[in-house]
């Protein structure tokens, strides 16, 4: 985490003039997160991860181009400064909203599925395309994530790809990318054997491929103690491959990295108030309960996700495993909770009501993820600059905004 976000002063500050529960985001942490990926040919950030447009153009002036999967998140994109040719629309299937868009901005397309070619050439035309090939594996930090595999719904089986071949020169599509992404939270297991997976498919598109894609998936190492991920060796063996496909295709391809998580999770912290504490008496059964919810970060609840929690105001008290709960009508609604829900305390000292907690490294996936679950409004988030000044990047949302379209159908 960034020096910046570990300001006590600065974090009391921002929480009193905006409230909580509170993201904020330093975006020097965010530019610099972009620095180990210089070793490939390009760098495109999957927009999902955190869309917050302030992010958004950090990234965009670090030289990053963008990957989007919706009609919204292209508006996005375009807001935060994108130019068409700086996106890809990544996808399984072409909803009617976003093939407005790919075709009036003339998109390129990442196909994740056979079924999309004719959607495209109906859209585009003869143009070129990207291919997400499913190599037949996948890995993940949890199911949820595994995005390779027979049970994915994610990619173009490999065995299909010579099918796919012939529709695509049917079309008049040619196919200048391949694009593969087996999981999020990879660990480095399946380097060598993805890419030799991707050995075939550039063989059978080597007239037209120009670029591979190896995607993202990086983890990120949320548990104190925890391995960083090893960018240098995933780069080094991705290059080989890339050697190797350059020098038998006789020209030079290019290699570009699509991560969304390691770009800007440790950018982010999530502040909430303590509102209060209580016990049932039994071991590990003593809650401090607070403002923030999975309605505001639910990776804990979909994944029995880790993230660490600290009492802002620090000090040497002395700490005991704790429960963090939040204030929705579901038993589910506990940040300290692994696979399954299992129960999975924190070490924090006794809290007084109207203290502050900081949920550490939520800039992917956070407020991306956040809903309106209960009928609460999305929370506010601040980013500070380079410069170290602050902006409210996002206001909350006006309760107000929740019931208006309902009461303007209402009349
Ligand atoms: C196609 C694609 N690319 C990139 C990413 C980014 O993954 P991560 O945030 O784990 O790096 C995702 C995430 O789901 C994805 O689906």
């Given at each position: 985490m960034d020096r910046r976000l570990q300001r006590q002063g600065l974090l009391t500050e921002l929480a009193a003039a905006h409230g909580t529960p509170l993201y904020v985001y330093d975006l020097a942490a965010v530019r610099r997160n972009l620095e180990p990926f210089e070793?490939?040919?390009?760098?495109?950030?999957?927009?999902?991860?955190?869309?917050?447009?302030?992010?958004l153009r950090t990234l965009r002036d670090g030289g990053a181009r963008c990957e989007v999967v919706s009609a919204g998140e292209i508006e996005r994109a375009r807001a935060a400064g994108f130019e068409p040719d700086e996106m890809v629309y990544t996808a399984d299937l072409m909803?009617?909203?976003?093939?407005?868009?790919?075709?009036?901005?003339?998109?390129?397309?990442?196909?994740?599925?056979?079924?999309?070619?004719e959607d495209i050439a109906e859209l585009r035309g003869a143009v070129d395309v990207t291919l997400r090939v499913n190599p037949g594996f996948g890995e993940g930090h949890d199911m949820k994530v595994t995005t390779g595999g027979p049970h994915s719904k994610h990619g173009i089986w490999h065995e299909e790809l010579p099918a796919v071949r012939r529709r695509a020169e049917a079309l008049g599509l040619r196919v200048t990318g391949l694009h593969v992404h087996i999981?999020?939270?990879?660990?480095?297991?399946?380097?060598?054997?993805?890419?030799?997976?991707?050995?075939?498919?550039?063989?059978?598109?080597?007239e037209t491929l120009l670029r591979v894609s190896c995607g993202g998936g990086m983890s990120f190492p949320y548990r104190p103690g925890a391995?960083?991920?090893?960018?240098?060796?995933?780069?080094?063996?991705?290059?080989?491959?890339?050697?190797?496909?350059?020098?038998?295709?006789?020209?030079?391809?290019?290699?570009?990295?699509?991560?969304?998580?390691?770009?800007?999770?440790?950018?982010?912290?999530?502040?909430?108030?303590?509102?209060?504490?209580?016990?049932?008496?039994?071991?590990?059964s003593s809650f401090v309960l607070v403002d923030a919810g999975f309605h505001t970060m639910i990776r804990p609840l979909l994944y029995g996700s880790f993230h660490r929690i600290s009492a802002l105001a620090g000090g040497d008290r002395p700490t005991t495993p704790k429960m963090v709960a939040g204030p929705l009508c579901e038993s589910a609604d506990v940040f300290t909770q692994g696979k399954g829900g299992a129960p999975e305390p924190q070490?924090?000292?006794?809290?007084?009501?109207?203290?502050?907690?900081?949920?550490?490294?939520?800039?992917?996936?956070?407020?991306?993820?956040?809903?309106?679950?209960?009928?609460?409004?999305?929370?506010?988030?601040?980013?500070i600059h380079p410069d170290g000044s602050t902006l409210l990047a996002r206001p909350a949302m006006d309760p107000n905004q929740l019931l208006a379209l309902e009461q303007e159908a209402l009349g």
């Open positions: 070793c490939f040919d390009s760098v495109r950030y999957a927009v999902k991860a955190n869309s917050n447009l302030a992010v909803d009617r909203s976003a093939r407005e868009l790919v075709a009036e901005l003339g998109l390129h397309v990442n196909a994740g599925s056979a079924s999309m070619l999981g999020s939270g990879l660990e480095g297991r399946f380097i060598e054997r993805t890419v030799e997976a991707m050995d075939p498919a550039v063989a059978l598109f080597g391995t960083p991920f090893d960018m240098q060796r995933f780069a080094a063996i991705w290059s080989v491959g890339r050697e190797r496909w350059s020098r038998s295709l006789g020209r030079p391809i290019q290699l570009e990295a699509e991560p969304g998580r390691l770009l800007v999770a440790d950018a982010g912290v999530l502040l909430t108030e303590v509102c209060g504490v209580k016990s049932t008496g039994r071991e590990g070490e924090l000292p006794d809290l007084e009501r109207g203290e502050l907690l900081v949920i550490h490294d939520v800039g992917a996936y956070g407020a991306a993820m956040a809903s309106c679950y209960n009928s609460r409004p999305l929370p506010a988030e601040v980013v």
